[in-house]
Structure formats: structure tokens, C-alpha cells
């Protein structure tokens, strides 16, 4: 899954939800222009990562998404999570950098336009 296309886009909002059954984390994300809009929704996360020191509409210098394997080694940009990895299920990895990071180790993601 391509996330460049949103490169440029202006974080909107966070919205974390964590049940006994699962968790899911839905970020939107608006273009400058705020006629277009996306929802990066992922599910069964497992680990939650933001720095909310930055305000809230900051603009996405670079969003980074890794599908990590079920089974097998990760890559070394993710190694501070293997403790997640329990060869039951791939895991996606999404991280945008920006003023104020965020990063989200889950199990599918998908894209709402």
C-alpha cells in the first residue's frame, strides 16, 4: 500500500479507541487546500506512540508504512517492536513524521477517502 500520495497533507485529528477486544486508531488527514481528506484507520493496534507536545494540525513530512511479516525477521527500523512480533499475524507498521511524530504497530490497515 502506497502512502505517498498524501505527502503534504495536514494531520486533523487522532482518534484512539481501545476495548478489551480490540483497538483502533482512525487519523485524518486533510490536503492544504482542505477539499480533500483521507481516514488511515488501523486496527487491532498494539502499540500507540505520539508526541502531543506539537499542536494538532501539523503538516506530514513523510509518512512510512512497512508490512512486516508473520514470520521472519523485521527490518531495522522496527527492531525497538519485536517484542510484538508473535508469528500469530502480519503486522503493519505506520509512522508519520512531521513536528510531532507518531507511531502505530497494528494489524490491517485501511484507507477511507
Known amino acids: 500500500m502506497d ?3 498524501f505527502h503534504g497533507y495536514f494531520l486533523s485529528d487522532v482518534a484512539v ?11 485524518t488527514l486533510v490536503a492544504s487546500d482542505r477539499a480533500d481528506s483521507v481516514a488511515l484507520l488501523l486496527e487491532d493496534v498494539v502499540h500507540i506512540e505520539m508526541d ?8 506530514i513530512d513523510k509518512l512510512t ?5 508473520q514470520h521472519g525477521s523485521w527490518p531495522k527500523q522496527v527492531q525497538h517492536l519485536l517484542h510484538h512480533h508473535n508469528n ?6 505506520l509512522r508519520l513524521d ?3 511524530p507518531i ?11
Do not use: C, Y
Request: aromatic share 6%; charged share 20%.
Open 3 to 5: 502512502l505517498d500520495r
Open 17 to 27: 479507541t481501545a476495548t478489551s477486544a480490540a483497538s483502533v486508531v482512525r487519523i
Open 52 to 59: 502531543t507536545s506539537h499542536s494538532w494540525d501539523d503538516f
Open 65 to 69: 508504512l512497512l508490512q512486516l511479516p
Open 88 to 93: 500469530r499475524s502480519a503486522l503493519n507498521w
Open 98 to 100: 512531521g513536528p510531532g
Open 103 to 113: 507511531e502505530l504497530l497494528g494489524a490491517r490497515l485501511t484507507i477511507e477517502q
